[in-house]
């Protein structure tokens, strides 16, 4: 692995050792992880991300193998352990690995969590029939290579489901117009890749005010370009907050307005791995 790489890995393994929501464990009153409390940040957690009821297809999951990646305090993988997948977690950092354990020994849910980085990780290749990874591949440091990671591990005509930041949103408009445009313009010249730079704080912030080590935003068709040797692209946006030019409105009646998928902040989509 070049040495770059490595420390954005050491870098994202020290951040995100916060679990990611802690913020918003504290500012939904949730201060311990006892069952109940975890309960509860789950509840608040799919009632603030209410679309990822539907963007995540948990019946027919029922029985397969489910590969969750980036972890954060684990509501996703809890919900997926109790549908029957059969689960693997993988994060890079050490505690949402701890946290999922937790959950799954203590609802005696069958299922593992294991710490490591999708860019280098050892699991077998074709061994997942689907990989969950709700705003973690573009954390990364490489999406492009997250995502050729993930086909790898997938088997023929399985499913990826993922999240990432979307370059064009509302957000990154308002608050980088300059960049928003130079990048449209450069894809309309051909470029396909990501915007790395610029405003993130107001994405992932630690509780101290630390950025994210890397970031990385994308349009549509640059991710369906970095899903090569995937099939069936399908990408929506979602997901937006009262701020900015949007601050008039409660979240709760932009998420219902046509917002979310005109201009919302993530960009979320499926494909499956061709089959050979
Ligand atoms: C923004 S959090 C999202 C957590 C969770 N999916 C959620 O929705 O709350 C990103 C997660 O990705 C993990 N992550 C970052 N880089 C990673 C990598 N290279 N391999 C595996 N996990 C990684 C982080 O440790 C963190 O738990």
Redesign the pocket.
Known sequence: MIAAQQSI?DA?ASF?DE???SAAAQAWGITDSSMESLRRYDEN?FRYYPYLERRVNWKALQGKRVLE?????G??SQKLAESGAVFTG????AN?VLMVNQRLRRSGLAGEAVQ????SCALPASSFDAIIA???LH??GDLKA?IAACRRLLRPGGQLVGMVYWSYSYRRLWLEPRRTIGYWLRELNGYRGTLRDGETAAY?RSRDGALAPATEFISERSLRSYCAGLSEFDAATENAASEGPLRFWSRERLLASPVPRLCGLDLYWTCRKSLE
Do not use: K, M, Q
């Open positions: 890995d994202n995100w679990i990611c929501g957690y990646i980036g972890l954060g305090y509501s996703v993988l994060d890079i950092a949402p490591g980085s999708i860019l709700i705003g973690c954390h990364t997250a992932d």
